[in-house]
């Protein structure tokens, strides 16, 4: 079982005291951190960047979608897993309660085009995530953070909505 070293921002969500190895072919990263709660199957979220060192062609998936993801060896304190299909770029994706979501006239699984708010402006798709128990926080990549030169606490606002029924697949 994963033993919780501190808690993250959405409720139950914690980093482990655990740390692994992402191998493939072509590279690996050390001291990868592990986040809890344990799920069903394995997922490794990484940035496109990550991907390109890796060598691995990971498709962009909603965090816990898993369809095609790219496979990796995970070295850990417990021995060494062949992760098939479990490393995706996750898309960014919006976290907030039944009450946030009505306030920002948003549903479940609506496509979101949000603009963050720093000194180089940059406009990002983001899939609403709305739960009971949720803490209101956008999620990105260090890739989509990097390019809009943003930070733990910065400000967005969306731009548009578009329904989730009206996803195109």
């Known amino acids: 079982a994963l033993v919780s070293k501190r808690a993250l921002s959405q409720p139950g969500e914690f980093l482990s005291e655990d740390r692994v190895k992402i191998v493939t072919a072509k590279g690996e990263f050390s001291n990868v951190a592990v986040l809890g709660p344990e799920r069903s199957h394995v997922q490794v979220e990484l940035s496109a960047a990550d991907c390109r060192t890796l060598g691995i062609n990971?498709?962009?998936?909603?965090?816990?979608?898993?369809e095609g993801a790219a496979d990796v060896l995970?070295?850990?304190p417990c021995g060494m897993l062949m992760a098939k299909q479990s490393a995706i770029?996750?898309?960014?994706?919006?976290?907030?309660?039944?009450?946030?979501?009505?306030?920002?006239?948003v549903s479940n699984g609506d496509v979101l085009?949000?603009?963050?708010?720093?000194?180089?402006?940059?406009?990002?798709?983001?899939?609403?995530?709305?739960?009971?128990?949720?803490?209101?926080?956008?999620?990105?990549?260090?890739?989509?953070?990097n390019?809009?030169?943003?930070?733990?606490?910065?400000?967005?606002h969306?731009?548009?909505?578009?329904?989730?029924?009206?996803?195109?697949s």
């Not at 402006?121 to 739960?131: D, G, N, S």
């Not at 390019?147 to 967005?156: F, K, S």
Request: proline fraction near 2%; include cysteine; hydrophobic fraction near 50%.
């Open 58 to 66: 990971a498709p962009l998936r909603l965090s816990g979608n898993l």
């Open 74 to 76: 995970l070295i850990g």
């Open 89 to 105: 770029v996750a898309m960014a994706h919006i976290h907030m309660t039944d009450a946030d979501a009505a306030r920002l006239h």
């Open 113 to 145: 085009t949000v603009a963050l708010d720093t000194e180089r402006p940059v406009t990002l798709r983001a899939i609403a995530r709305v739960k009971q128990r949720a803490a209101l926080a956008m999620h990105i990549d260090f890739d989509e953070a």
């Open 147 to 156: 390019a809009a030169m943003a930070g733990r606490g910065t400000n967005c």
């Open 158 to 168: 969306i731009v548009r909505r578009e329904a989730a029924c009206a996803k195109k």
